[in-house]
């Protein structure tokens, strides 16, 4: 199953050259998940390959601007181009009263049903919950109410020996059975146990969106032994002053949450304009947390397979 993320936008704030505002799109089993919605996502789904028509759910983090100026375009889009399956929104209450507003005055009636879930900022809740994934909010700590995202897969069937079941000629309507670990009992009395026929799926992978926030240990533990852990990273850590009175994390801090939180790796985004190059922001990180990565445009980083 395709567990992977592409990065859409890796910029605060602004757009500056080759950076846009944040945006990220999940690939979960061929089925995208759009993570927030910056001015200019829609050019990026473009440039990228991400085909908007195949996006079921979107996740916005906050209200400020850099995260979801590109949403109302995009289901604009949507509409324009004639899809009809629903699309479920999630994201904070207010984000609701803005696109109706938008709608209403443009006297647009969408022609698919846009699901809206409001989110609550005050407790980790689990959002969504379907056949592949589970999801479920990371309460931050950012100058207005400000959620993170945790992706878990389902824990997945046992697979199947083919070689070892076509040599005994298990009949196909037995596999369901055989995936969820029954031994096979053959007509002729004798008993196979399941372990050798099948063997363990992979272990569920879970990722760890980080948007805006301060460093602040209160979410640390729900998103301890993630896969892949994305977290801000506006500034590098001379600027804490004006990480501390902006709510935002330094490069240095994302290195060590990462390392408190013993992710397997460790994508830092969300940078500064300020930054016109990110290898002082990636070399801070580094210096706690030896696995990281930038967010930079068009990268598409593997959680599992
Ligand atoms: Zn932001
Ligand atoms: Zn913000």
């Known amino acids: 199953m395709r567990f992977d993320v592409t990065i859409l936008g890796s910029s605060s704030a602004t757009p500056i050259y080759n950076r846009n505002p944040t945006a990220q799109a999940l690939n979960i089993n061929e089925r995208f998940y759009l993570i ?8 990026q789904m473009l440039r990228f390959d991400i085909k908007s028509s195949r996006i079921d759910y979107i996740f ?15 289901l604009s ?21 803005i696109i109706d507003l938008q709608f209403k005055y443009s006297e647009t009636t969408l ?20 056949q592949d994934i589970t999801v479920e909010t990371i309460i931050l700590d950012h100058r207005i109410a400000c959620t993170g995202f945790l992706f878990r897969q389902k824990k997945r069937l ?23 670990g029954t031994d096979y009992f053959a007509a002729d009395g004798k008993t196979y146990p399941n372990s050798d026929l099948t063997t363990d799926a992979e272990e569920p992978k879970a990722y760890a969106y980080c948007s805006d926030t301060l460093y602040n240990e209160s979410y640390f533990k729900q998103i301890t032994g993630v896969d892949l852990l994305y977290h801000e990273a506006t500034f590098a850590h001379d600027m804490l002053d004006r990480a501390l009175e902006t709510h935002h994390t330094t490069a240095l801090q994302a290195g060590q949450i990462a390392k408190i939180v013993q992710a397997k790796k460790l994508i830092i985004g969300h940078f500064s304009a300020r930054y016109k190059t990110l290898n002082e922001l990636l070399d801070e990180a580094r210096s706690e947390f030896a696995d990281t990565e930038l967010a930079i445009e068009g990268r598409t980083f593997i959680i599992g397979t």
């Open 111 to 130: 022609h698919f049903d846009l699901i809206f879930q409001a989110i609550d900022p005050a407790a980790p809740t689990v959002i969504l919950d379907n």
């Open 60 to 74: 916005i983090s906050h209200l400020h601007g850099d995260h979801y100026l590109g949403l109302v375009g995009l």
């Open 77 to 97: 889009s949507l509409h324009l181009n004639g899809r009809k399956k629903p699309i479920t929104l999630f994201g904070p209450a207010h984000l609701k009263e």
């Open 158 to 180: 046992r697979k199947i020996l083919k070689d070892k079941t076509e040599a005994l000629d298990i009949p196909l309507s037995y596999y369901p059975l055989l995936k969820r």
């Open 36 to 43: 927030d919605c910056g001015e200019g996502t829609q050019q």
